[in-house]
């Protein structure tokens, strides 16, 4: 499976942005599919994940309420809304796939994209 990501850039606190993930290879419908960011100097964080619209996503504390998460499998896309941005929200924005199992765990998460850059600054 292959994931490519893009939509990142430099936006002001209070922006919105949204960030697409095009997947390819053995990407299966059934699959969980999800965000995480690496700040610098800071530790991977879990963004938001979903299954399927039955499941209902799973986000981070940090981002619900702001952030979206979606996924058009026809496509084979992966969305992240980003709504009222904040100076924290400023990372490397990585989609991941792999697994059936709805975690904030990294490592249930088989396979990365190469990360978009998002900074939110004034």
């Known amino acids: 499976v292959q994931l490519q990501a893009s939509g990142g850039g430099s936006v002001q606190p209070g922006d919105s942005l949204r960030l697409a993930c095009a997947a390819s290879?053995?990407?299966?419908?059934?699959?969980?599919v999800g965000w995480f960011r690496q700040a610098p100097g800071k530790e991977r964080e879990f963004v938001a994940a979903v299954r399927s619209s039955a499941d209902g996503p799973l986000y981070g504390d940090s981002v619900k309420g702001r952030f979206t998460i979606s996924r058009d499998n026809a496509k084979k896309m992966l969305y992240l809304q980003m709504n009222n941005l904040e100076p924290a929200d400023t990372a490397v924005y990585y989609c991941v796939t792999g697994g059936s199992r709805l975690t904030s765990a990294s490592t249930a998460y088989r396979y990365w994209g190469q990360g978009t850059l998002v900074t939110v600054s004034s």
């Open positions: 290879g053995g990407f299966f419908p059934s699959n969980v």
